[in-house]
């Protein structure tokens, strides 16, 4: 009796208790809506070939397992069934090619030394943001070197009080007191 009924257990899909109300042979009322509900619920539990399909939930936050596929054991922990959401893009950390950057760079193109430019804050303006830091080279777009020579010339600046140490400064703006005064 009992391996009569382990047997029908096994071979039965777990997901087919939700449908036992409407797949039950016996209809629970007479009318005809049970009867309909009675193959809705056939039709998805049984595919077109008898076989049975499997309708995955995508709202659900965990990976959902296939019917009668082979689950090797690394796939149950909890890392592997929550769905990850993917990273969001970041910019690139990698500054540009030797070419692009050679390209790019003003002060390789026209033969410049950054370091001599230590004393010219308008030369050196572009290259902080607004909070005084130096930008990386995936965002200036320079050498390797000039990057170095830059922000060398920058740390001079500020030591010497050219460049405000803390902020970004437009020192080029007319302050208000010398517009009214005109």
Not at 20 to 34: E, Q
């Amino acid at each position: 009796m009992l391996a009569c009924l382990r047997s029908i257990a096994r071979s039965r899909p777990t997901f087919r208790g939700a449908f036992a109300a409407l797949s039950s042979s016996a209809p629970s009322s007479p009318d005809t809506g049970s009867l309909e509900l009675q193959e809705l619920g056939q039709t998805l539990i049984e595919g077109e070939s008898g076989t049975t399909t499997y309708i995955p939930n995508s709202n659900s936050p965990y990976r959902a397992f296939v019917p009668n596929q082979f689950i090797q054991p690394h796939r149950l922990a909890y890392k592997s069934v929550v769905k990850q959401r993917g990273r969001p893009p970041t910019r690139a950390q990698v500054g540009p090619s030797r070419r692009e950057a050679q390209y790019k760079d003003p002060f390789y193109r026209l033969g410049v030394d950054p370091l001599k430019q230590a004393m010219n804050p308008a030369m050196l303006l572009p290259f902080i943001s607004e909070m005084g830091k130096v930008y990386g080279r995936n965002v200036t777009g320079l050498t390797k070197k000039n990057q170095r020579r830059v922000g060398k010339a920058i740390r001079r600046a500020k030591m010497m009080g050219i460049i405000p140490i803390l902020s970004k400064r437009n020192i080029f703006q007319l302050s208000h007191s010398n517009i009214s005064k005109k």
